[in-house]
T-cell receptor, first 109, second 114 residues
Framework: GQQLNQSPQSMFIQEGEDVSMNCTSS?????WLWYKQDPGEGPVLLIA?????ELTSNGRLTAQFGITRKDSFLNISASIPSDVGIYFC?????????FGAGTILRVKS | KAGVTQTPRYLIKTRGQQVTLSCSPI?????VSWYQQTPGQGLQFLFE???????NKGNFPGRFSGRQFSNSRSEMNVSTLELGDSALYLC?????????????FGPGTRLTVT
């Protein structure tokens, strides 16, 4: 079945640094979604991408839908302590929604 | 506007029992989706309901079932519980159907099977 490889698994960065994470797959997806989950809460949708090559920003977050439709990346600029949490990518193909394993982000203040 | 609510928040059951979890979507939202989250398998899609009809279904055995009521509230049932069913079960609601539409997640129900 379709699988997503999300990397890195975890990151420990200095406040103010930029962060980059990505998801790749051997399968093609029609939509890429990026979520953030804080401890004890459900995921929150950050960015949705619907077209190959699309680059979308949401504040300090920027995500891109890869040209091959098999990958996507998320960048966070100038990280702050409240950016800590788990970031998930998800790919949608037809009626199938597949999630990456998540990237744990820890920020040193 | 109140968010998605899930009850109960925590639940402990024994193997072989059945369990019913409840989800109340955001007012006006008619689509409800259910997900299972475990450390080993991550987030996995269970099913989606819209207007009381199941629209999409993930790859879970028939022991997992759900339904949606006319007021859009949804319930999920797991019968003959197994140890591997221990997980955080998340419900998400959205205005329109489709898994790519903006979904708002509840805090989840933590199910422990002993």
């Amino acid at each position: 079945g379709q699988q997503l490889n999300q990397s890195p698994q975890s990151m420990f960065i200095q406040e103010g640094e930029d962060v980059s994470m990505n998801c790749t797959s051997s399968s093609i997806f029609n939509t890429w979604l990026w979520y953030k989950q804080d401890p004890g809460e459900g995921p929150v949708l950050l960015i949705a991408l619907y077209k190959a090559g699309e680059l979308t920003s949401n504040g300090r977050l920027t995500a891109q839908f890869g040209i091959t439709r098999k990958d996507s990346f998320l960048n966070i600029s100038a990280s702050i302590p409240s950016d800590v949490g788990i970031y998930f990518c998800a790919g949608l193909y037809g009626n199938k929604l597949v999630f990456g394993a998540g990237t744990i982000l820890r920020v040193k203040s | 506007k109140a968010g998605v609510t899930q009850t109960p928040r925590y639940l402990i059951k024994t193997r072989g029992q059945q369990v019913t979890l409840s989800c109340s979507p955001i007012s006006g939202h008619r689509s409800v989706s259910w997900y299972q989250q475990t450390p080993g398998q991550g987030l996995q899609f269970l099913f989606e309901y819209f207007s009381e009809t199941q629209r999409n279904k993930g790859n879970f055995p028939g022991r997992f079932s759900g339904r949606q009521f006319s007021n859009s509230r949804s319930e999920m049932n797991v019968s003959t519980l197994e140890l591997g069913d221990s997980a955080l079960y998340l419900c998400a609601s959205s205005l329109s159907p489709g898994l790519a539409s903006e979904q708002y997640f509840g805090p989840g129900t933590r199910l422990t099977v002993t």
